[in-house]
């Protein structure tokens, strides 16, 4: 019995590292979350069910990416499950710490300066387009429950 049990967590140590391994990837590292909000899903598709919304600069440990999507630790528990890969980054995220930033520069112009996006280029746009960025705001703060959003893909949302 003891034989079957030494050979079975064997085979389980094998069959969860062997994926990580051929995706190049043999150590746990950890990644930031560089967008405002994103979820943590049970699989890998967004009509998986979500474990857990992540914010801005938390801290994920990453165990391998594929087809867009990267497998993590649901922070505070032993759960993995899957989330953006384009929502992580390597980079590390300072902290802003309030009043300590040069007089005169936004915690948002902070923000975005630390994704590449500042608030000259955004003028630029403005300048170029015709888009109305306050639209763009309001779509950001919109929110809908992972129900309304099954709702939806099965063509059945009532409103």
Excluded: N
Aim: aromatic share 10%; charged share 20%.
């Amino acid at each position: 019995m003891r034989i079957y049990l030494r050979a079975g967590a064997w085979a389980l140590m094998f069959l969860i590292f062997l994926p990580l391994r051929a995706q190049g990837q043999t150590e746990m590292t950890a990644m930031s979350v560089q967008v405002a909000m994103s979820q943590i899903r049970k699989a890998p598709s967004v009509a998986a069910p979500i474990i857990e919304s992540v914010a801005y600069r938390q801290k994920l440990f990453v165990f391998g990416t594929m087809d867009g999507w990267t497998k993590v630790r649901v922070p505070g528990s032993s759960r993995y499950g899957y989330i953006f890969a384009s929502a992580l980054t390597a980079k590390t995220i300072p902290v802003t710490v309030p009043g300590a930033a040069v007089q005169g520069v936004s915690e948002t112009e902070i923000s975005l300066a630390g994704k590449g996006f500042d608030q000259s280029l955004e003028d630029q746009y403005r300048q170029k387009t015709h888009v109305d960025f306050v639209w763009v705001d309001k779509m950001e703060k919109l929110a809908y429950t992972p129900e309304a959003c099954l709702r939806f893909l099965e063509g059945s949302d009532d409103r």
